[in-house]
T-cell receptor, first 114, second 117 residues
Framework: AQSVSQHNHHVILSEAASLELGCNYSYGGTVNLFWYVQYPGQHLQLLLKYFSGDPLVKGIKGFEAEFIKSKFSFNLRKPSVQWSDTAEYFCAVNARPGFQKLVFGTGTRLLVSP | DTGVSQDPRHKITKRGQNVTFRCDPISEHNRLYWYRQTLGQGPEFLTYFQNEAQLEKSRLLSDRFSAERPKGSFSTLEIQRTEQGDSAMYLC???????????????FGDGTRLSIL
């Protein structure tokens, strides 16, 4: 069965600090990988996705993630966070082919202080 | 806004009552998903439809839960004889899948928060 681990449950940063959120998954086959963000009071929104090709993917709002197949990891990064990045971040995976369900991690709550 | 719409936003009910939630997906999306999210956890998959066909159900979906998508557009999720453990946020998502658009991500609605008294 697939599973996703997000190691940091709560992260507190000051504005302009760099961010890296860890995500590891367990599945031996080919996967699609996603990061979703949930801003306070809003629905889950797609931040970025990896399906194939370049393992370094860029998303919205300056976020990027790197897929390292040998480490089963898909860590999220941003060089300089802003107060508006305060949100909960979820890593998710679905196995290919044929599996439609997303398996989510438990989420990381990020608080950026101004 | 033409995103995924869910109704109601909040539902409070007594244990043992039946509840039904509705989800309207993005209009051109043929796939529709239901997830459940409890406090401190990520969303957990419940079931999904391709058009009107229910193609996968999680073991989380006990026999008290039933989902339908009769015309391949909106979907309903019904919980019968609700229990305290059913308290959660119920999320709906939709995506488009056809030969020319593989690997499309899921778009989520705001969810329905269910509280069982």
């Amino acid at each position: 069965a697939q599973s996703v681990s997000q190691h940091n449950h709560h992260v507190i940063l000051s504005e302009a600090a760099s961010l890296e959120l860890g995500c590891n998954y367990s599945y031996g086959g080919t996967v699609n990988l996603f990061w979703y963000v949930q801003y306070p009071g809003q629905h889950l929104q797609l931040l970025l996705k990896y399906f194939s090709g370049d393992p370094l993917v860029k998303g919205i709002k300056g976020f990027e993630a790197e897929f390292i197949k040998s480490k089963f990891s898909f860590n999220l990064r941003k060089p300089s966070v802003q107060w508006s990045d305060t949100a909960e971040y979820f890593c998710a995976v679905n196995a290919r082919p044929g599996f439609q369900k997303l398996v989510f991690g438990t989420g990381t709550r990020l608080l950026v202080s101004p | 806004d033409t995103g995924v719409s869910q109704d109601p936003r909040h539902k409070i009910t007594k244990r043992g009552q039946n509840v039904t939630f509705r989800c309207d997906p993005i209009s051109e999306h043929n796939r529709l998903y239901w997830y459940r999210q409890t406090l401190g956890q990520g969303p957990e998959f419940l079931t999904y439809f391709q058009n009107e066909a229910q193609l996968e159900k999680s073991r989380l979906l006990s026999d008290r839960f039933s989902a339908e998508r009769p015309k391949g557009s909106f979907s309903t999720l019904e919980i019968q004889r609700t229990e305290q453990g059913d308290s959660a946020m119920y999320l709906c998502a939709s995506s488009l899948s056809n030969r020319g658009t593989s690997n499309q991500p899921q778009h989520f609605g705001d969810g329905t928060r269910l509280s069982i008294l």
